[in-house]
């Protein structure tokens, strides 16, 4: 049988140069998602690397006698008299006690008593004052504290210090992580979780072992507060009236136009915007939750305005129709009809709206939240802490850590961008998850 040159059957030289093409074109995106996933390993990889030690801490068990003589004077055991003994007086305590240790396992060191002592963190003694003076009955006796060891003998601990860093080390020296390790191998010293690094205010640039994520992360939720409180009624509230009854004219395409554009603004415009309105002439408190959570919610309200907006209109026109032709009035037929159908994918579009103003950092430094928040304010029990108290946020406090020279910080910022990473994958989470339970297909 004789096959025709045009048949079906046979390509010919254009067919031959179009499947060619495809097959390039499914190359190039197969492997466009190639790079693109070994790149997100490649980030992974590199931030969890770095900063999973920051979820381990090594400490240092010592059985500590408390002297009335030099903890209380007074006798009285009143902890307004106590406070007047600074943390000076209780670091002694805790190297005499290390020192009593070592000689009792019978380690030599070729360390003098204050290099010995220098294993313990400067953090130590005020942990220790801190839990005297919420416990006066204790002196007089001896407690046992698991006191937080130097930052350079944790990151022995964690690998990230060897022998051979310590001998270039001024804050350390090869005898005392053979000291450490020797107290390692009696069970003395031992690394394990670190809740401290979620829940402990931050530290000063000596302290990076004592650094922790508490203040950042309850000043991101005041900040998230006021961000949902402000953001999704007023952006639910303008996608439903120019979505549903603003009239088609030039005003409203103004309107429009200019939230599109708002949404592409970069973030440090807001902060100039906040810095401007919220601070020069509001005279709000510079680095407060309020101010923060006001310049989000600017940043966060073209997000939800668009996607609220998306969601109105995957309703069917038919609802809106059906509900107008049984009597129902327009209002009616909005909020009892359309909304409730277009909830999934308002709250989706919420979501991420929040999830993109928690990771943000150049607005909220251009607002002074940079603040070294070193205890947790009073103020933050209420109230009061939206307003009156200087605060700091997760994207922040990652910011920070970066500037401070002790490599402590470093693992401590990686850290910290897992925990950011961990609170936007599950709020992504939650999005995908709602829109899935409450999608309806039309």
Not at 211 to 230: D, K, R
Not at 343 to 354: E, R, S, V
Request: charged share 15%.
């Amino acid at each position: 049988m004789t096959v025709l040159s045009n048949s079906l059957l046979v390509q010919d030289d254009r067919t031959r140069r179009r499947n060619a093409a495809e097959a390039r074109f499914r190359a190039c995106g197969l492997g466009a998602i190639g790079i693109a996933m070994l790149a997100l390993a490649m980030l992974l990889t590199s931030v969890v690397s770095s900063g999973i030690g920051a979820f381990r801490q090594t400490y240092i068990t010592l059985e500590i006698p408390l002297p009335a003589a030099q903890l209380d004077k007074s006798g009285t055991r009143d902890p307004a008299a106590m406070a007047k003994v600074t943390t000076f007086a209780y670091a002694p305590l805790l190297r005499n006690a290390l020192l009593a240790r070592v000689k009792q396992l019978g380690i030599t060191a070729a360390l003098s008593d204050s290099d010995i002592g220098g294993i313990i963190s400067k953090e130590a003694a005020a942990t220790l004052r801190d839990h005297v003076l919420a416990n006066p009955d204790l002196i007089g006796g001896t407690v046992t504290m698991d006191a937080l060891s130097e930052g350079r003998i944790d990151g022995y601990f964690k690998g990230r210090v060897t022998t051979e860093s310590a001998a270039l080390d001024g804050n350390t020296s090869p005898e005392a992580l053979q000291l450490a390790q020797s107290l390692a191998d009696a069970g003395v010293i031992e690394t394990r979780f670190n809740w401290s690094f979620l829940t402990a205010p931050d530290a000063s640039d000596q302290r990076p072992e004592a650094a922790g994520l508490g203040v950042a992360i309850l000043g991101s939720l005041y900040m998230m507060l006021v961000v949902l409180v402000l953001a999704l009624p007023i952006g639910v509230a303008t996608s439903i009236y120019l979505e549903e009854f603003a009239p088609k004219n030039r005003f409203s395409d103004l309107i429009e136009v200019n939230i599109s554009n708002l949404a592409a603004v970069p973030s440090i415009v807001f902060g100039i915007l906040g810095l401007a309105i919220f601070i020069n002439f509001a005279e709000l408190r510079q680095s407060s939750p309020l101010v923060g959570g006001l310049v989000l919610t600017l940043m966060t309200l073209p997000t939800i305005i668009i996607s609220t907006r998306a969601a109105l209109k995957s309703v069917p026109p038919s609802i809106r129709d059906a509900a107008l032709a049984v009597g129902a009035s327009k209002m009616q037929s909005v909020f009892h009809h359309v909304l409730p159908l277009a909830a999934p994918g308002i709250l989706t579009g919420t979501i991420i709206g929040l999830a993109q103003a928690l990771g943000e950092t150049a607005p909220l430094l251009l607002i002074g939240m940079v603040a070294f928040v070193r205890d947790y304010p009073a103020a933050y029990s209420d109230a009061a802490g939206l307003f009156g108290e200087a605060a700091t946020a997760l994207p922040v406090q990652v910011f920070n850590w970066t500037q401070r020279a002790d490599p402590g910080f470093v693992e401590r910022a990686s850290g910290a961008i897992i925990t950011l990473l961990v609170f936007l994958l599950v709020m992504n989470t939650v999005a995908i998850l709602l829109r899935r339970r409450f999608e309806r297909r039309w």
